[in-house]
């Protein structure tokens, strides 16, 4: 995690994610946006076919669909997403992206309320 946040947490800053969102021919480009000791905003450009095998987080996490179109598996259910939608997955539960055209998605991770009120 050494890449420095495009927002620095002490200062206001409006930024487009349409300009920032980076793709890679044959990737996954991810952008950290903002870091706080509680939560990250983290910034993703899939190329078509690209895809981020079934894992987990510790954090809860809120992805938005920015645009294009992925498949997300939540707990080993498949469901399709598109620009607009908005996925909410608790920690700990296992879950996939395929992106089945280019897609962009911003993650926002958070501690759970247990943790983050201790």
Avoid: W
């Avoid at 991810?30 to 894992?55: I, K, M, N, P, Y």
């Avoid at 469901?79 to 395929?98: E, Q, R």
């Amino acid at each position: 995690m050494s890449e420095k946040p495009l927002i620095d947490v002490t200062q206001e800053k409006i930024l487009s994610l349409a300009d920032e969102t980076k793709f890679a021919a044959n990737g996954i480009v991810s952008r950290t946006l903002l870091r706080t000791s509680t939560s990250r905003v983290v910034l993703f450009g899939f190329a078509e076919g690209q895809e981020l095998t079934e894992h987990t987080s510790t954090q809860s996490a809120v992805v938005q669909i920015l645009s294009g179109e992925c498949e997300f598996s939540l707990g080993g259910k498949p469901h399709a997403a598109k620009a607009g939608d908005l996925i909410y997955m608790p920690p700990n539960l296992p879950h996939a992206i395929s992106a089945t055209k280019q897609f962009s998605m911003l993650l926002t991770l958070s501690q759970p309320e247990t943790l983050a009120a201790r």
